[in-house]
């Protein structure tokens, strides 16, 4: 069993930058996919950010540019760079990771990006 903890949400301004992290934990696991979803009310969750190894990382159009998804294999942790937010940009944020078969995600932290 993999348990992820997320952190680094909040509220900012437009044109702010946050970094989220999530944290994995467990025994006798390999992680071998981060993901960062992000979901607003109503809509669908939607895959924001991925990285697999040392393929190069996904990015959604609407992020690119702005937003850099890292990973730290010895921490099992994984970041979000959040740079030039967008009030489109507010949402809750989940991580999400790939061991084995099985995806596992986070609870969720909330971004706002407002005035």
């Known amino acids: 069993q993999v348990q992820l903890a997320e952190s680094g949400g909040g509220l900012v301004q437009p044109g702010g930058s946050l970094r989220l992290s999530c944290a994995a934990s467990?025994?006798?696991?390999?992680?071998?996919?981060f993901n960062w979803y992000r979901q607003e009310p109503g809509q669908e969750r939607e895959l924001v950010a991925s990285i697999t190894g040392s393929f190069p990382p996904y990015y959604d159009l609407s992020v690119k540019g702005r937003f850099t998804i890292t990973r730290d294999g010895a921490k099992n942790t994984v970041y979000l760079q959040m740079n030039s937010l967008k009030p489109q940009d507010t949402a809750v944020y989940y991580c999400?990771?790939?061991?084995?078969?099985?995806?596992?995600w986070g609870q969720g932290t909330q971004v706002t990006v407002r005035s």
């Open positions: 999400n990771v790939l061991v084995g078969d099985n995806y596992y």
């Open positions: 467990g025994s006798g696991f390999s992680i071998s996919t």
